[in-house]
């Protein structure tokens, strides 16, 4: 959020790329598409074609000046297609009108899996770079022909101007701790990827999303 906050909200004045050093990319946990079954497809490539011969009839639950808005945003542009985006408080808010059939896609995490499980929603996609554990069968969104990734992350960061050798100990330390097998074992069962090697590179998707914002018109404000 510190990439797109500034980008949406003229009152936000840090500044990620001069105010914070990263430390340590701790972890991301992908998202993936989800429909009512009611939708008469059952892949992205089915979506889109959809969604291209009925300009903004598929309604698309985000939470505005969010994660899931900023996605959404990105697959529509890339994608090429109209969507109606319809905004909720949270994306568990949105999941009974997406069972319920009062609107059709949505965006979520692994909290879907058991409603997907008991074929009360269906999964179209994962927006990570590789196949997701909770998701083994499901593609990811490049591998169902949308190329593009997109992930939530949590990375360690510090003020501007820490010395280095403070920075190398923590991240070390950092490093060191996601790499224990019980961490490991947290994630897992919690939908989650750890990176304990990564360096973090999350100021660089500033020219990812500068243009898809200000295409969108996105303001918080």
Known sequence: MLIQLPLVDPNFRIEAEK????????????????????????????????????????????????????????????????????????????????????????????????????????ALAVSSRERWAPFPNLPTLTEAGMPMVDTSWYTLVTGAGTPKDVVDKVRQAFSESLKLPAIEKMFVAAGLIGHPDMTPQEITERRIWEPVIRKAGIRLH
């Open 19 to 122: 105010d914070y050093l990263p430390i340590v990319f701790l972890l991301e946990f992908p998202l993936v598409i989800a429909a009512n079954p009611g939708v008469p497809f059952r892949d992205l490539k089915g979506l889109i074609a959809r969604a291209r011969a009925n300009p903004g009839r598929l309604n698309f639950a985000i939470q505005q000046g969010t994660v899931s808005h900023y996605f959404v945003e990105l697959f529509r542009q890339t994608a090429g297609i109209e969507l109606t985006l319809v905004p909720y408080r949270s994306s568990a808010a949105s999941l009974p009108d997406l069972v319920g059939g009062q609107i059709e896609l949505a965006i979520s995490n692994v909290t879907v899996k058991s409603m997907v499980e008991a074929g009360k929603l269906v």
